[in-house]
């Protein structure tokens, strides 16, 4: 417990740092960490070669094809549900529970242009959107760095449009969807794994730029 303030505490260096990161960033599941984790996690999955996450950019990622990619993630279990108001970890946890699918939401897809926020209509501002969806429903045994614990959804920004999709969409949706335009690449409930999806990608990435730019430029910004 604090009883005094230490007026000589040094907070520069390495070690603070880490220190920094431990207190702030260290809960994965929390929901906005959750987030920015996905970003990197499929800003990885992709090899794409951004230093650092750019949060007011109006795309999560940009591929070196040109390929703007907006990241949108969700999950069972988020720590409010697992930690107390203190820090401290609930015991005993929650067991593990089935979700109902119409539950799990995606939020944030419609956006004003960074450069005119405050004016102008929402709109899709990305070509891909891909969905990341922690499926663990043990907390127990939550882990947001074990890949088999993500389900991959991608849909372009036509068929959001053509579902009348608005800021957000359900798993539901997204596995309905999926199901009834398949692909060799999805799992049995319209999903992909962290491989399926680097393969999916491959392959939109060879189709995006022999499509629309055969020479091997670069794409245009908007499809």
């Given amino acids: 417990m604090c009883t005094s303030l230490n007026t000589d505490i040094e907070i520069s260096g390495w070690d603070r740092l880490q220190e920094f990161y431990r207190w702030a960033f260290s809960d994965l599941c929390d929901d906005d960490l959750k987030g920015i984790f ?22 999560d990622i940009i591929l070196p094809s040109g390929i703007h990619i907006e990241v949108k993630s969700s999950a069972v279990w988020q720590s409010w549900k697992l930690v107390n108001q203190d820090g401290s970890r609930k015991n005993p946890l929650p067991l593990a529970k089935p979700f109902r699918p119409t539950c799990i939401r995606f939020g944030g897809l419609q956006a004003r242009p960074t450069a005119s926020q405050w ?17 663990q429903t043990d907390p127990a045994q939550w882990d947001a760095q074990n890949l088999q614990q993500w389900e991959f959804y991608v849909m372009n920004r036509h068929e959001l449009i053509e579902l009348t999709v608005g800021k957000s969409i359900s798993l ?8 009834r335009h398949p692909c060799s690449m999805l799992s ?5 794994s962290a491989a399926q999806f680097q393969s999916f990608m491959q392959v939109y990435t060879r189709s ?3 499509r629309d730019h055969p020479s091997g430029g670069k794409a245009k910004q908007e499809p």
């Fill in 38 to 59: 996905a970003e990197w996690m499929v800003s990885k999955l992709l090899n794409c070669p951004s230093p650092r996450r750019v949060s007011w950019a109006d795309s």
């Fill in 119 to 135: 004016s102008g209509d929402r709109d899709f501002k990305s070509h891909l959107y891909v969905f990341c969806f922690q499926c």
């Fill in 172 to 179: 539901a949706a997204l596995r309905n969807f999926r199901l």
């Fill in 188 to 192: 049995p409930n319209g999903s992909m």
């Fill in 208 to 210: 995006w730029q022999d």
